[in-house]
Each structure stands twice: as structure tokens, then as C-alpha cells.
């Protein structure tokens, strides 16, 4: 069974960092796209940025771009979201999904991942 697992929210002033990660476990893909979003209250899902596990290749909203780092520990095989320099349009649940996008423009759609954490909170104060 596939299970996704965040850790890492908070709450923090801005111009702070945070950094989030995400256990995966009940995979038996070599190399699989794992991705975060972001939801606001009143505000659609948002892409964040996205990593092929087991390949490296990674891709960023342009919104986070400059700020936001995304990468992956073999070891734990975990996904980790590096964040700084973030500001209070950044708060937002944050969740780690998993799957196999059909298409390169499709990245950082969520209707592309058919696995999904729970999510984790980040809240930034001014």
C-alpha cells in the first residue's frame, strides 16, 4: 500500500525558512514523479515544484523560483521541500503527491498524481 507521509510545517515570520519532508513507502517504481502543492483557504491547489525520485529532474512554479528547493534522500527515501525567504502568501497546506504525469506540461498538475499525503501546515506571520 502506498503511503505518503509529511512532516516539517510550521509556523514562521517572514523572511524565515521551513523545510518539509516526505516519507514514501509501498513503492515499486525505480524512478517515480513526486510532486508538492500548496492550498490556501478560498484558493485552488497550486502546483509547487516537482522531482523525478530516482532520476533528479526537477521543476519549480514561478512563484517559488529562487526560494524553494526540492530533493530527494535515497537513504530514507524521502522528499524534501528546502523553503526560504518565505513571505505570508506562502501559507498554505502543503501536501506530497506521487505519480506519473503523461506529459512534461503537466508536472505541477495535480490531476497528473494518483497518490497523496495528508498534508502538513505552513503558516507565515508578517
Known amino acids: 500500500q502506498v503511503q505518503l507521509v509529511e512532516s516539517g510545517g510550521g509556523s514562521v515570520q517572514a523572511g524565515g525558512s521551513l523545510r518539509l519532508s516526505c516519507a514514501a513507502s509501498g513503492f515499486t517504481y525505480s524512478t517515480i514523479w513526486m510532486a508538492w502543492f500548496r492550498q490556501a483557504p478560498g484558493k485552488e491547489r497550486e502546483g509547487v515544484a516537482v522531482?523525478?525520485?530516482?532520476?533528479?529532474?526537477?521543476r519549480y512554479a514561478d512563484s517559488v523560483k529562487g526560494r524553494f528547493t526540492i530533493s530527494q534522500d535515497n537513504t530514507k527515501r524521502a522528499v524534501l521541500l528546502q523553503m526560504n525567504s518565505l513571505t505570508v502568501e506562502d501559507t498554505a497546506m502543503y501536501s506530497c503527491a506521487a505519480g506519473s504525469p503523461s506529459k512534461l506540461s503537466a508536472l505541477l498538475s495535480p490531476e497528473s498524481y494518483a497518490y497523496w499525503g495528508q498534508g502538513t501546515q505552513v503558516t507565515v506571520s508578517p
Open positions: 522531482i523525478l525520485f530516482g532520476g533528479g529532474g526537477t
